[in-house]
Structures are given as C-alpha cells and as structure tokens.
Nanobody
Framework: IQVVESGGGLVQPGGSLRLSCTASGTDISAYTMRWHRQTPGKRREQVASISSIGNINYSDSVKGRFTIHRDNAKNTVYLELNTLKPEDTAVYYC??????????WGQGTQVTVSS
C-alpha cells in the first residue's frame, strides 16, 4: 500500500493550493484519510481527517480555511488550502488509517507561503 501526495508549491499569503493524495494497493473507501503537516523542530500536526462515511474534522488552526474531501472512485483525497498564511508553511503529509494496522504515510509535499 502506498500513498503519494502532490500539489504543493510556493504561494503568496492569501493564496490557495489544492493538495492531492492518491493511494494504491488498497481501496480507500473503507478507511479514514488524514492530512498532517510538519515544520522543522516541531511535532507533526494533524490538520484534517475524513472518515469512510464522510465525518470531517479540522484542527483549530485551519478550520474555516482548509477543506478536505475524498473521491473514492479515484482513490484520492484532497485538501483545499485557502487564505494561506506564512505559518501554514510546512511539509504536508497524507496518511491512510488502517486502524489496528496503523498509518501508511506518503512522502510529503512542501507548501511554502511567502511574498
């Protein structure tokens, strides 16, 4: 099972990006998918999750600005990043939550918010 993130880049404050996470080796429809981010010297922070039945949670730091959604037909989960701030700069990681089997992580995609 693998997950691959894409869509990161350099964006100005106030801008938007859409991150994608595509899984292979399993059908994601049965699993919760999660987005996390990490900056150097800090712990990895979960920013959003979406369950197999569509229950969604956001961290307080991104609530109202980020949107997570999934397309099970494409085996892909997305994270829409809007009204970006410099403090959103991080490596963003996707994971598939295999429950007792743990999380499968992607390699991450860099998001840099700077003018």
């Amino acid at each position: 099972i693998q997950v691959v993130e894409s869509g990161g880049g350099l964006v100005q404050p106030g801008g938007s990006l859409r991150l994608s996470c595509t899984a292979s080796g399993t059908d994601i429809s049965a699993y919760t998918m999660r987005w996390h981010r990490q900056t150097p010297g800090k712990r990895r922070e979960q920013v959003a999750s979406i369950s197999s039945i569509g229950n969604i949670n956001y961290s307080d730091s991104v609530k109202g600005r980020f949107t997570i959604h999934r397309d099970n037909a494409k085996n892909t989960v997305y994270l829409e990043l809007n009204t970006l701030k410099p403090e959103d700069t991080a490596v963003y990681y996707c994971s598939i939550d295999l429950r007792a089997a743990g999380l499968i992580w992607g390699q991450g995609t860099q998001v840099t918010v700077s003018s």
